[in-house]
């Protein structure tokens, strides 16, 4: 089966997370993704905590798979004549530099686009190319404060509080992604490439469901919070202690009755404390108190699960990382990949999460070393020849960490 993007060539200059998160998906579709990194220092997060491997990190392993790593010093005047070749044959650029840093390297869209009218830039960063706050830093904790997410999570008699992944960068990336896509679909109608600006806040902030009609639609009365566990209007919604950890439970208003049977409280159904979908919003914390009594009367929560999933009740336990990568569902669907790196041995993957009927997504390469295909993007792709890599490497225009020589002199790596 074919790839979806295959053929598509993407320069990837981004750091980091919200960049090589998007070019990381864009290389598990097909593409054919170059990830130009700073000579000897590389992508930053080459070096990012908590976890090490035979001085990799883990960090860095799961962000950049299915690409290419060659080191450019955009800086020279050779490196950039290097860059100016490549852009001349490639699809896409993809960066996450602040604004005014790609004009000052002449790298920017204005100057690339003159080389190759069909070029399709994404340019992530926090605020945006444009407005008042365009030239201040930004990055995933700034975007989740700014965006009001921070502020609708967590105990609203606590402190706001971040959410548990870096949701900010990701969901940038994803939606650097889909923009790359529809992009490329409108360069087959016209012929003609475009300049993507995408703001890790706007993008964080377009996730907003309810809290901002709650807003709008009450001419500004209306400005919601955190609300913790439980829902603030529907309820039985929440997070429900049982003896063995935590469960979701999501009765539907239809339900209502349903579910007092399927708990064996039938007495709840006309009571009016819960009689009323607005009565058990208003009283939702003895609601509470009650189906964790119930639920706790079991010895753990696979019964009372089972019970409610009989019942068609919307209802799953709080996984750990553990047990969700061990689950025989992600299992089933292929969730994780092995992939082997040189030094460590096969490292599992999450992979990209889109089943077509018609085409494969796959982890397609492992995370490369820093400058380990200078060579082969020099010579396959531009035709250099080996006396000229080598030159070039001699400069510092190009270079690669030590252990591509030793893994290839081990024959771990081609």
């Not at 003609?192 to 001419?219: K, M, N, R």
């Not at 339900?255 to 409280?265: N, Y």
Request: hydrophobic share 40%.
């Amino acid at each position: 089966m074919q790839r979806p993007l295959t053929g598509v060539r993407v320069l990837d200059l981004s750091q980091f997370l919200a960049g090589p998160y998007g070019s990381m998906i864009l290389g598990d579709l097909g593409a054919d993704v170059l990830k130009i990194e700073i000579p000897g220092k590389g992508d930053g997060s080459r070096e990012m905590p908590p976890h090490f491997v035979h001085g990799q990190s883990g960090y860095f392993l799961s962000m950049n798979r299915s690409k290419k790593s060659m080191t450019l010093d955009l800086k020279s005047p050779a490196g950039l004549d290097i860059f100016y070749e490549l852009v001349r044959r490639s699809d896409v650029v993809y960066d996450n530099f602040r604004p005014g840093i790609l004009e000052r390297l002449r790298i920017d869209y204005e100057t690339l686009k003159q080389l190759n009218p069909r070029l399709i830039m994404c340019s992530i960063s926090g605020f945006g190319q444009d407005g008042p706050y365009a030239n201040r830093p930004g990055n995933d904790t700034v975007a989740q404060a700014m965006s009001g997410l921070m502020h609708l999570t967590g105990d609203p008699q606590g402190s706001p509080t971040y959410v548990g992944i870096y949701i900010a960068d990701e969901n940038a990336g994803v939606h650097g992604l889909a923009a790359v896509c529809a992009a490329l679909y409108y360069r087959e109608k016209t012929g003609v490439g475009q300049h993507i600006d995408l703001s890790l806040v706007e993008s964080l902030f377009h996730l907003h469901d309810t809290a901002i009609q709650f807003y709008v639609l009450s001419d500004g009365e209306l400005n919601p919070t955190r609300f913790g566990a439980h829902h603030y209007a529907v309820a039985p919604v929440g997070i429900f202690k049982a003896r063995d950890g935590y469960v979701v439970i999501a009765v539907l208003v239809h339900q209502w009755d349903i579910f007092t049977q399927a708990i064996s409280k039938p007495e709840l159904t006309n009571d009016p404390r819960f009689a009323t979908s607005e009565a058990r919003v208003e009283n939702r914390f003895e609601l509470v108190k009650i189906l964790e009594d119930w639920l706790q009367s079991f010895p753990t929560r696979d019964e009372p699960l089972a019970i409610l999933e009989k019942a068609r009740i919307l209802s799953a336990p709080v996984l750990d990382i553990a047990q969700i990568i061990n689950h025989p569902q992600m299992k089933a669907r292929g969730a994780m990949q092995d992939v082997s790196h040189p030094g460590i041995g096969p490292v599992a993957l999450p992979r990209t999460p889109f089943h077509f009927s018609e085409t494969t997504v796959e982890i397609r390469s492992r995370t490369p070393l820093l400058g380990e295909h200078n060579e082969k993007i020099l010579s396959q792709y531009l035709g250099y020849s080996a006396d000229r890599i080598a030159a070039l490497t001699q400069s510092g225009v190009l270079v690669q960490e030590p252990l591509v020589k030793e893994f290839r002199e081990r024959g771990e790596i081609a």
